[in-house]
């Protein structure tokens, strides 16, 4: 959950992440990583503030729900009144 939150901050901050994964570049998400996640990380007493610091907001699992109805309705040919 903590990972798709993430995610979501990053594709918002980095201009054209999407392509850049897509031919292989990680480079500017590695970069936004450490600067975001890796070099503070240990500076949060726990996860959740890390979030709030990253994210603006704490853990929400909603964001991870949308992830895997997006995710998964167009791959299983699903109805939204199924999820």
Do not use: C
């Amino acid at each position: 959950m903590y990972a798709v939150q993430i995610f979501n901050k990053a594709r918002l901050e980095i201009p054209e992440l999407d392509a850049h994964i897509v031919e292989g570049n990680f480079k500017p998400l590695k970069t936004w990583l450490n600067k975001h996640i890796h070099s503070l990380g240990s500076l949060h007493p726990s996860g959740d503030e890390l979030m709030k610091a990253v994210t603006g907001s704490a853990l929400d699992p909603s964001v991870f729900l949308k992830y895997l109805t997006d995710k998964y309705t167009p791959l299983y040919k699903l109805s939204h009144t199924h999820i």
